[in-house]
């Protein structure tokens, strides 16, 4: 089915809802000025009029319309053909008319003749047909000066300038974590959230006086546009022919106010139109973003329109475009944007009837002409575009051309672009936040969490990280200020998470509780396993506080992982039959091979089965190499082997060594304490 095919069958079934439910409209309730106004204003304005819409600049071609608009309107009045409806008409009161060149002509609400119905809306559509020129002295193909630049801002984590003629739009990006993603409120009450975003927010703004003079002027950028506003830092803004003089703070967003087309006017909440073209505007750059997994940043972009003469929503594409790239988010492509006009039918000025396509219309193009079509996208692509017409439709050849014709506003577009100076930094800035991701095993990410939320808290607490997310998938994301908090955090992380094997040695680790069954030593930051009582030492030990205590460091090596994920360690694997360490309250008799030596059958046979000892000396023997090969460390940390001395312990083992027997008295067999 071809999309013709859709919409009209989507029609149909509105067009069938409306003949059941539907109400009829008020057709006769809008009244068009009489068709001879025209005539009276063209014989009137004459050759003036035409001289006029030549002028290039924005400003002083409205100040010249005013005047000859002033100059019709007292004609007419002294004929007697246009009355007055109220206040006398002046410089001051005319530009009223044009508060904004990209709206729709307004339509007179009833058929009588007064100021507000005398209108030159033929006269710039006659100009090109005519004469193969615009009203600023461009064909119909030729795109506006273009000049760009980036960094302008330089705390902003990216910021662009672009200005295209008398449009100029100052696009600053802002990276931030997940946490600063826009929450929507669904309708079915599903959390669901926007990791790029254009947020409207009005700007706060004082008037002092009515003064149309700027408090302050901080950014001379003035690139190319005396009919609006220059943009600093801190929203200070500089008007030419009437503005509004204050401070801006704005939050985030497209911002269309009124200093931008040099008019003084309220701002308050985000207007539909500047939530339509924010939208427009997101929706084209939004596809050549990463995904989340390459780009784990929520990205805003916030377009604020310095000044106006149409295509600002395209203009914020480009300038949105440059951003990106300037805060080091890697784009797939730079895009660009591009507004098309349209005169529909060409006999009326006596042309061939013929459409006429016109690239990067300006505000009178837009007002005056059968179509605004915006089209976003890089040379081969399509990212966004939005058709606005005055006409009962179009057919597909002109859609065609007019497809193509963008396409070659496109190009030209981006290679201006491409000129940028100083160009896109693509490297992430210095102010942006540091963000990390790291997959560990679904089943890991309750130990990351903790009980309540106890141990993510102290990771944050301990290594000055700003946040970790963790997802049911096993992605962990971490954000952090500074390399230093982020590294440690990872440690952490790590340990926490890691998968231990049996048999794996752990050095010098600190015993950090002690219970009646054992002992729990933590082998890595926030990750324990149990010492039992029966696997502290080879000798019989009645109680574990008896020889530990909390703060120990002993070496300790994995025998069993059990369903739940619980270590149990074994010190005794690791250390003679004798601790030299553990005081022995008894001794295992010793049994004696049959082919022992006379003596030492003598010297069994006398000696009792169970001996009470205070202290038993011992030749420890040195780990072998082979088992030092089986250490097991944090990963991405490397630890020595540090020996343990008790020193408490050590002072009593040499008291206890002053009355015991010589070194040579005692005896020793395979490294086993022997009694003589």
């Known amino acids: 089915m071809s999309f013709q095919e859709a919409v009209r069958a989507i029609c149909k079934e509105i067009n069938a809802l409306v003949e059941k439910r539907g109400k009829p409209k008020m057709l006769d309730a809008i009244k068009l000025p009489p068709p001879e106004l025209y005539k009276h204003v063209e014989e009137i304005a004459g050759d003036e009029l035409v001289h006029a819409l030549q002028i290039k600049k924005k400003l002083p071609r409205r100040k010249a319309l005013v005047s000859l608009e002033e100059k019709v309107v007292d004609i007419l009045t002294q004929r007697g053909y246009v009355g007055k409806i109220g206040a006398s008409v002046t410089a001051e009161t005319l530009p009223d008319l044009y508060v904004d060149e990209e709206e729709d002509e307004e339509v007179v609400v009833d058929g009588e003749v007064d100021e507000g119905d005398v209108h030159i809306k033929p006269s710039p559509r006659i100009s090109t047909p005519l004469g193969g020129r615009r009203s600023d002295g461009r064909t119909s193909e030729e795109i506006r000066p273009i000049n760009s630049r980036c960094g302008l801002l330089p705390r902003a984590h990216g910021s662009a300038l672009f200005t295209r003629g008398e449009t100029q739009a100052l696009a600053v990006v802002t990276l931030g974590d997940k946490q600063m993603a826009q929450r929507i409120d669904s309708l079915e009450g599903d959390d669901e959230s926007k990791r790029f975003y254009l947020q409207v927010i009005s700007v706060v703004r004082t008037v002092v006086g009515g003064c149309v003079y700027c408090l302050r002027l901080l950014l001379v950028a003035n690139m190319g546009g ?29 911002s269309f106010p009124p200093s931008c087309v040099g008019e003084a006017g309220r701002v308050g909440a985000p207007s539909r139109r500047e939530i339509g073209h924010g939208t427009l505007a997101e929706r084209a750059l939004e596809p050549i973003l990463p995904s989340d997994g390459e ?80 089209v976003a996208g890089n040379d081969d692509c399509i990212t966004a575009f939005q058709m606005d017409i005055k006409v009962g439709g179009i057919t597909l050849p002109v859609m065609k051309q007019a497809l193509l014709q963008a396409r070659d506003g496109r190009k030209v577009i981006l290679a201006e672009m491409s000129k940028c100076l100083p160009p896109p930094s693509k490297q992430l800035s210095r102010y942006a936040p540091l963000i990390h991701v790291m997959k560990v095993r679904p089943e890991k990410v309750n130990l990351i969490i903790g009980s309540g939320g106890k141990t993510v808290r102290n990771i944050i607490e301990e290594t000055g990280v700003e946040t970790i997310d963790t997802q049911d998938d096993g992605t962990v994301k971490i954000t952090a200020k500074d390399l230093e908090s982020l590294e440690k955090s990872k440690v952490m992380i790590g340990n926490l998470t890691m998968v231990p094997t049996i048999g794996d040695i752990y050095r010098n680790r600190e015993i950090k509780s002690i219970a009646p069954y054992g002992v729990f030593v933590e082998i890595a930051p926030g990750r324990e396993g149990l010492c039992h009582i029966s696997e502290l030492s080879p000798s019989y030990l009645a109680k574990a506080e008896d020889a530990f205590k909390v703060g120990d460091r002993v070496d300790v090596k994995l025998i069993e992982v059990n369903e739940k994920g619980q270590l149990r360690l074994s010190r005794r694997a690791l250390i003679p039959d004798t601790d030299p360490l553990v005081p022995s309250t008894k001794v295992r008799p010793t049994t004696v091979p049959k082919e022992s030596s006379g003596s030492q ?36 940390k490397v630890v020595k082997d540090v020996p343990y001395i008790n020193k408490d312990r050590l002072k009593k083992g040499n008291k206890a060594t002053s009355s015991a027997p010589n070194d040579s008295d005692s005896t020793v067999v395979n490294n086993e304490a022997k009694i003589g």
């Open 226 to 254: 005396d009919g609006g506003a220059v943009v600093d830092n801190d929203g200070s803004r500089q008007t030419e022919g009437g503005g509004v003089a204050g401070n801006g703070v704005r939050e985030g967003g497209y």
């Open 295 to 374: 780009f784990p940043y929520t990205i805003r972009v916030e377009s604020n329109i310095t000044e106006s003469n149409g295509s600002s929503s395209m203009a914020s594409v480009c300038g949105g475009s440059l951003a990106l790239q300037d805060a080091g988010v890697p784009v797939k492509c730079p895009i660009a944007g591009i507004a098309m006009g349209m005169v529909l039918d060409t006999k009326e000025f006596g042309g061939d009837g013929t459409p006429l396509i016109l690239s990067d219309i300006t505000g009178s193009e837009d007002a005056s002409g059968d179509m605004d079509f915006k």
């Open 601 to 636: 059958d003598s010297a069994a046979k006398s000696a009792p089965k169970n001996v009470e000892l205070t202290k038993v000396k011992v030749n420890a023997s040195k780990p072998t190499s082979k088992e030092k090969t089986q250490d097991v460390y944090p990963p991405g």
